[in-house]
Nanobody
Framework: QVELVESGGGLVPPGGSLRLSCEAS????????MGWFRQTPGSEREFVAA????????YYANSVKGRFTMSRDNAKNTVYLQMNSLKPEDTAVYYC???????????????????WGQGTQVTVSS
């Protein structure tokens, strides 16, 4: 059983920044691929970013590339999502996900992740 706890969501004006955190109980944490997804009411869960455990290679959705940065601190069992230049269309519940056996071609597919957090709301509005 892996527990994931997200934090850092909130209300921010357009153009602002937020940093999301996700602390994981997964051990050894460095072996897990971690992902961020988001979802709005009535929509499917959408890939945002992911980071591999072994290489710390990062992957981003085209809609956030250049604005969002995902990182991990294996000593703290935590991943981060730094979100800059936020837009109203970034408004969603953001979920952290983890899996130990993902291949690169599956990294953006939510049904390939075994473990999920409860989500944190991000609202971009003036």
């Amino acid at each position: 059983q892996v527990e994931l706890v997200e934090s850092g969501g909130g209300l921010v004006p357009p153009g602002g920044s937020l940093r999301l955190s996700c602390e994981a109980s997964a051990r050894p944490f460095r072996t897990y691929t971690m992902g961020w997804f988001r979802q709005t009411p009535g929509s499917e869960r959408e890939f945002v970013a992911a980071i591999k455990g072994s290489s710390s290679s990062t992957y981003y959705a085209n809609s956030v590339k250049g604005r969002f940065t995902m990182s991990r601190d294996n000593a703290k069992n935590t991943v981060y999502l730094q979100m800059n230049s936020l837009k109203p269309e970034d408004t969603a519940v953001y979920y952290c996900a983890a899996d130990r056996h993902l291949i690169t071609s599956s990294i953006g597919l939510p049904n390939q992740y075994d473990w999920w957090g409860q989500g944190t709301q991000v609202t971009v509005s003036s």
